[in-house]
Every structure is written in structure tokens, then in C-alpha cells.
């Protein structure tokens, strides 16, 4: 997404309080809406490290979500989020293996039923 002078803007911001320690952190992703929030929230809350992770989108008209992680035992929230993206990733490239392996099969299927 380009600025205003042509630069290109950051997709993820982090947002701490001053004086919160790392566990705690509110991610804004712009340019994003309810796919991948809640696609990622389910995978973070699945870390065992992790005791909150909420989204929210701030108004309907804009196109960003507040990120909210809080996590347990001094771990930094950039890693749940990170590993979370990544899981996520991982699963949405096994769906389109998948999905383009039946397209092919289906498709072969189709040629021999023609022949």
C-alpha cells in the first residue's frame, strides 16, 4: 500500500503501553478484516503460552484489525503471533494442495469418461 509520497506502508504496527513488558501487546494490521482475524486467533489461542488473543476491527469503514495477545510465563507476544502466522500459512497451503490435487483428479476422471 503506498503513501502519500509513494513510501510504502507498514501492514503490521506494534502497539505497547509504556512500561508493559513484552507479553502484552496490541498488533494493528491494516488492510485486513474478520479472514484473517479470526483464522488467527484460533491458531494462537492454541499455544499453550498464550492466556488472551482477541481482534477487533475498529470501525466498519476502515480496513484494519487491533490484534490483542497476552501471554504467560515472560514469553514475548511477537512469538505466538509469529508461530500462529506461520501454522496458518501451513494450513492454507495443505487446503490449496488439496484442492487443486481433486481439481486434477476430477479433471482426469472427465477425460477418460470422454474417451
Known sequence: ?????????????MVQADGADEGCVT?????????????LRYMVMKSLD??????SITHPSESKINFRI????????????????NE???????VLNTFQRSVSEF?????DVME
Open 1 to 13: 500500500m503506498a503513501g502519500v509520497d509513494g513510501e510504502k506502508k507498514s501492514v503490521l504496527e
Open 70 to 85: 497476552q501471554t504467560r510465563g515472560g514469553v514475548p507476544a511477537v512469538e505466538p503471533l509469529r508461530r500462529g502466522l
Open 107 to 111: 479433471r482426469s476422471q472427465q477425460e
Open 27 to 39: 498488533f494493528v494490521l491494516h488492510e485486513e478484516d474478520h479472514t484473517l482475524g479470526n483464522s
Open 88 to 94: 496458518l500459512t501451513d494450513v492454507c497451503q495443505h
Open 50 to 55: 498464550v492466556d488472551f488473543c482477541g481482534y
